[in-house]
């Protein structure tokens, strides 16, 4: 799948990375706002932080092994209706418990979003522009980073505590329908010779974070 310099499916995954950051960073600014509404401790309205935190290690572990003979594109959107379904749960949260859940199911996608999506980027491109274009992919976590936690905490004092996972549920129907339309079908399991590398090998499609990149090249 070797196409422009910078195929409008990358901007798809950008804008993914973009919301999975910002559902990780800006409750942090909101935790005032949800000790408030749900009557609870700041300290226990902070176990949002930790629980997703959790979840995205779980998630990146069992999910990426679950997905990983399941054709990438159908991954990612099944991940993306993950992140929806979690952002929606939160935004309608009527107790804290029901805001944790909604809070961990958000979560599990993340891992396993950027594993797959960073080989699904790189194979949109020549073979000398896979750096960039899975630096692309990761330019929208990058900006969330930067923006998160200020942008929820401007959203919840301005116009309540669960605006912000109103927008992310909303970012998140934007990016299920820019995959839909702009990633192309790859199978899972395929694997591409590294280049530059002796003897050469094969990297993996996706697989646990502990594995590493590349394994001896079929004969």
């Known amino acids: 799948m070797k196409q422009s310099e910078r195929p409008?499916?990358?901007w798809a995954l950008a804008l993914g990375g973009f919301g999975?950051?910002?559902?990780e960073l800006s409750v942090m600014g909101i935790l005032p706002e949800i000790a408030r509404?749900?009557?609870v401790a700041a300290d226990t309205a902070g176990t949002l932080v930790s629980a997703y935190a959790i979840a995205v290690a779980v998630g990146a572990v069992f999910l990426t092994l679950a997905v990983r003979r399941i054709d990438r594109k159908n991954v990612l959107v099944g991940l993306v209706g993950l992140f929806i379904v979690g952002n929606l749960v939160c935004a309608l949260a009527p107790s804290f418990p029901v805001?944790?859940?909604?809070?961990?199911?958000a979560a599990l996608c993340h891992g396993a979003y950027f594993s797959v999506g960073s080989v699904v980027a790189a194979d949109m491109v020549s073979e000398n522009r896979r750096a960039g274009a899975i630096s692309l992919m990761f330019a929208g976590l990058t900006?969330?980073?930067?923006?998160?936690?200020p942008f929820g905490a401007f959203l919840g004092q301005r116009w309540g505590w669960n605006t912000i996972f109103w927008v992310l549920t909303g970012i998140g129907f934007l990016v299920l329908l820019s995959t839909?339309?702009?990633v192309d079908k790859t199978p899972a399991g395929a694997?591409?010779?590294c280049a530059g590398s002796s003897p050469p090998c094969a990297v993996r499609a996706y697989g646990p974070p502990w594995r590493s990149a590349c394994s001896p090249s079929p004969r």
Do not use: K, P, Y
């Open 20 to 23: 999975i950051g910002l559902t």
């Open 191 to 193: 694997r591409r010779t």
């Open 8 to 10: 409008l499916g990358l």
């Open 143 to 149: 900006v969330s980073n930067v923006i998160g936690t």
């Open 180 to 182: 839909w339309l702009l």
């Open 99 to 105: 805001l944790m859940i909604g809070r961990i199911i």
């Open 37 to 39: 509404r749900f009557s």
